[in-house]
Nanobody, 126 residues
Framework: QVQLVESGGGLVQEGGSLKLSCVAS????????VAWFRQAPGREREFVASIFRREGRTSYAASVKGRFTISRDRGKNTVSLQMNSLKPEDTAVYFC???????????????????WGQGTQVTVSS
């Protein structure tokens, strides 16, 4: 059974950094598209970043571009999200998602992802 498990969330002050990790079991990230989404209280879940298939092309939401970096460690079967210059509006539950059949034009589309983690809370205080 495929499982995605996120870790690395926590409480950080504005301007600080956190690194989230997503580890997969019964699933290999090397050929998959993996993305991070987030959901703030009272808001819909939204796309944050993705890394596309083996080629590793990345995509970011405008709100995090230049501050967040998604990367893949093939040896550890892990995808990470380095978050710098955090803002209070980054506060949310962050979810890892994966798909083996993604197309580039749909990387921001939630329903295209087959597997999801349970999420990890990120709280940024002002």
């Amino acid at each position: 059974q495929v499982q995605l498990v996120e870790s690395g969330g926590g409480l950080v002050q504005e301007g600080g950094s956190l690194k989230l990790s997503c580890v997969a079991s019964e699933f290999t990230f090397v050929d998959a598209t993996v993305a991070w989404f987030r959901q703030a209280p009272g808001r819909e879940r939204e796309f944050v970043a993705s890394i596309f298939r083996r080629e590793g092309r990345t995509s970011y939401a405008a709100s995090v571009k230049g501050r967040f970096t998604i990367s893949r460690d093939r040896g550890k079967n892990t995808v990470s999200l380095q978050m710098n210059s955090l803002k209070p509006e980054d506060t949310a539950v962050y979810f890892c998602a994966a798909s083996r059949t993604m197309i580039w034009s749909a990387v921001e589309t939630q329903r295209m992802y087959n597997y999801w983690g349970q999420g990890t809370q990120v709280t940024v205080s002002s």
